[in-house]
């Protein structure tokens, strides 16, 4: 869409906000931006960000007024769209944007997008990686904390970008369109703001909708519902497997990934040759190669990557080793389902940190996954209480509640003995106690260092 003489309302004055409102200014478009927050202080707004010193800010209500002199809203991702203040622009045939579809809306190149419940970070990391070992011009954006609206502007028709797109973002695209798509899994999420399991799959599934038949989705096999999308969509489809042998696509067979496509049947790499662990970690390895692969990436310079590449901050990272036992941040486990994979990869008695935000996640299987290897259950936040119910009605006993992180951590460490681990791995989000995951495994990190022996 042509956005020249249009008027642009900017919702959201976060990092989002910052990025869409400097991409819009660069293309001469007039911005009008609008925050809820109505004890927002409007110079110290535009001290924090200059683009928004000659923007019209507006704060607390939007005026029915103000609403008749926009032509298009961009929604920040944390926005919900069905505020009622949202609601009264589609009313009046507003268009409703967010981020990624105005970034794509400029931008230039191909792209490829990776959304699924876990592991898009790390499979977003390990394919810009990839990417970037072949081709001479790769961004990597989106949800892993690079906003895509911050470098469209600077892409070329040379350029790959990379984009790591949550559901959140995907409520607010049309025209997004990328040559190779990847849904990881779907396991229930955020259902606090999709509210039903039905609208939060359509939501993940609809990274395809303005794919052509050329392009490419990657999904995973062992996801039922995956399993049975794949079969309705009119693009190509590249499955990938972690438990069975596949006529086409990735699939690991004991400790070997292979790819089977109309040339037969080639080894990719051992898994013992790679730097990051556990079977949802083989999972995105096979999703980026699955993704390079439809790009047309040599193995050789897929594998060359694969090698090398180590597991992303916060995600079932080792920090440190104290009195012989060892600390692990999984911050970004910020799901039971994610949790799930923190508790299966380790190797060791377990004192897990859990509790935070309630996105209205059930725990049952979470607190099954423990079988056996967890010691003790350490809990902090908003949903404390809910997991110790949740954990006492599957029989584990060994519960304890603490009102901050350090509360938690000096508890595990008193505890734990040489031959322990100590992991944080949430299950919730980290909205309350901190800004965002990143806040809480930073913390968590500098905490356990500063421990004595």
Same mark, same amino acid.
């Given at each position: 869409m042509d956005l020249t003489g249009k008027r642009v309302l900017v919702v959201g004055s976060g990092i989002s906000g910052i990025a869409a409102t400097e991409l819009l200014k660069k293309k001469q478009v007039d911005v009008i931006l609008f925050d809820g927050n109505k004890d927002l202080d409007t110079q110290a707004l535009k001290k924090k960000a200059p683009v928004f010193s000659d923007v019209e800010i507006i704060l607390g209500?939007?005026?029915? #007024?103000?609403?008749?002199?926009?032509?298009?809203? !961009?929604?920040?991702? %944390?926005? =919900?769209?069905?505020?009622?203040?949202?609601?009264?622009?589609?009313?009046?045939?507003?268009?409703?944007?967010?981020?990624?579809?105005?970034?794509?809306?400029?931008?230039?190149?191909?792209?490829?997008?990776?959304?699924?419940?876990?592991?898009?970070?790390?499979?977003?990391?390990?394919?810009?990686?990839?990417? #970037?070992?072949?081709?001479?011009?790769?961004?990597? !954006?989106?949800?892993? %904390?690079? =906003?895509?609206?911050?470098?469209?502007?600077?892409?070329?028709d040379e350029t790959m970008t990379v984009a790591e797109i949550s559901s959140f973002q995907l409520e607010t695209t049309h025209e997004f369109a990328p040559v190779v798509s990847a849904i990881l899994n779907i396991t229930p999420d955020h259902l606090n703001r999709h509210h039903t399991m039905e609208c939060y799959i359509e939501t993940k599934e609809s990274i395809t909708k303005r794919q052509k038949a050329t392009d490419t989705c990657v999904l995973n096999y062992e996801d039922e519902v995956l399993r049975t999308f794949g079969e309705t969509l009119h693009t190509k489809v590249l499955f990938f497997s972690s438990r069975r042998k596949l006529e086409k696509g990735l699939y690991l067979e004991g400790k070997e990934i292979f790819l089977a496509d109309e040339n037969g049947i080639q080894p990719v790499i051992h898994v013992d040759d790679l730097n990051i662990l556990g079977l949802h970690n083989y999972e995105n390895v096979m999703a980026a190669v699955g993704i390079a692969y439809s790009v047309g990436v040599p193995m050789d310079k897929i594998v060359e990557v694969l090698k090398r590449f180590q597991a992303v901050e916060h995600r079932i990272e080792y920090v440190t080793e104290k009195r012989g036992v060892k600390f692990y941040n999984d911050s970004k486990g910020t799901n039971p389902d994610a949790a799930i994979k923190g508790i299966c990869a380790m190797n060791r008695p377990t004192f897990l940190i859990g509790g935070g935000y309630d996105k209205n996640s059930e725990y049952d299987e979470w607190i099954e996954s423990f079988n056996g290897k967890v010691k003790k259950l350490v809990l902090i936040g908003q949903t404390r209480e809910k997991i110790a119910e949740c954990a006492k009605k599957h029989g584990f006993f060994d519960v304890v509640l603490c009102d901050s992180l350090e509360e938690a951590i000096d508890v595990c460490y008193k505890e734990a003995e040489s031959g322990d681990a100590v992991l944080l791995s949430p299950a919730c989000a980290s909205w309350g106690m901190f800004k965002n995951y990143e806040e809480r495994g930073t913390i968590f990190k500098a905490y356990v260092r500063g421990l004595e022996e």
């Open positions: 209500e939007l005026s029915e #007024e103000a609403m008749e002199h926009i032509d298009l809203a !961009v929604l920040s991702p %944390g926005v =919900p769209t069905d505020l009622p203040m949202v609601n009264a622009l589609r009313d009046r045939q507003i268009p409703i944007w967010g981020e990624i579809e105005l970034a794509y809306n400029y931008a230039k190149g191909k792209i490829v997008a990776i959304t699924g419940t876990n592991g898009k970070t790390t499979t977003t990391a390990l394919t810009g990686q990839i990417l #970037e070992n072949y081709f001479s011009d790769v961004k990597v !954006v989106g949800n892993i %904390g690079i =906003p895509y609206t911050s470098v469209a502007a600077e892409t070329t």
